[in-house]
């Protein structure tokens, strides 16, 4: 009998403890507050003009862009890495979609400017690689606790299908890796050789002008040579013109000088020869 009246006495007493917490919840603005965005946080369907100020805000604070752009977020894949598969082009979607609604052109005020400007920099964020990279190696911790509860509540034939699954798509997942990095590799020694050959090319073009510049510079230095040759040339032939005029009045003097040398001897040897001639009176 005692223990049937302590049960009805604790039952009682819960329901009037619940009462009272539900009454106080009721009157207290900031568990009402709480309640709310709880329930903001829980909704999945899309924004409207009436609520995405108020999410956007919230995501923006509980620190999760995907939720904040209404895009599904990481999830591990088989190799236990944080991946999001959500392209460029479905992120900047997103992104416009919802700048339509609180843009300040169409949605005047200070909350709905300041939820722009967490907007764009959620899609800032999100469309840096390092910065994703570094948001989803920071995700990995939550989401390997997540898969480890989900692995807990399975039952055992459950858990070895998921193994099993699991041991495939790494297969393929290392598969996948080795062949990009191949790619990879390949396409870094294709860049390289590119680079060679333009490095080669400019350097074959540096070395053509340099020539050009070295044979227009000869080519000058050869005609003021020639030049310079001509001038000796024509000074050395005025040179052998002068001695030859020289000589030439040499020989005439010399000629002059021995006809007249001639002439007195022919005119002494004639005077010589001549007889005296005799007295008229004999």
């Known amino acids: ?19 009272i917490g539900s009454a106080l919840a009721r009157s207290d603005p900031k568990v009402e507050q709480k309640s709310r965005e709880d329930q903001l946080r829980a ?14 805000d919230l995501a923006f604070k509980d620190g999760d862009y995907y939720r904040l752009l209404q895009l ?18 479905e992120l900047s979607k997103a992104y416009r979609k919802l700048s ?19 907007l764009k ?34 039952s055992m034939a459950e858990r070895v299908e998921m193994n099993a699954a699991a041991e495939e798509r790494k297969a393929k997942l290392r598969q996948e890796e080795a062949r990009s ?13 590119a680079e060679a050959a333009a490095k ?13 510049q070295q044979g227009s510079g000869s080519s000058e230095e050869g005609k003021e040579d020639r030049q310079r040759e001509k001038q000796a040339e024509g000074r050395r032939k005025g040179d052998r013109q002068q001695q ?9 003097q010399q000629q002059a000088g021995s006809s007249s040398s001639s002439e007195d001897e022919d005119y002494t040897r004639r005077q010589l020869n001549k007889r005296p001639k005799k007295p008229r009176f004999m």
């Open 121 to 154: 920099q959620a899609y800032n964020e999100l469309r840096d690689p390092e910065k994703l990279a570094a948001r989803l190696r920071d995700a990995e911790p939550a989401l390997l606790k997540a898969a480890e509860r989900a692995a807990a509540a399975a």
């Open 181 to 193: 990095f191949h790619q990879e590799i390949h396409q870094q020694m294709k860049r390289r050789q």
């Open 72 to 89: 599904p977020g990481p999830q591990l894949n088989s190799l236990s890495r944080a991946e999001w598969a959500v392209s460029s082009s």
């Open 244 to 252: 030859q005029q020289q000589q030439r009045r040499q020989g005439r």
């Open 200 to 212: 080669q090319q400019r350097a074959q073009s540096s070395r053509y002008k340099q020539q050009q």
């Open 1 to 19: 009998m005692e223990r049937v009246l302590d049960r009805a006495f604790t039952r009682a007493h819960g329901t009037v403890h619940n009462a």
């Open 100 to 118: 339509i609604l609180v843009h300040p052109d169409k949605a005047p005020g200070e909350a709905a400017r300041q939820a722009f400007e967490q």
């Open 43 to 56: 909704l999945t369907t899309p924004m409207t003009a009436e609520d995405v100020v108020q999410r956007i």
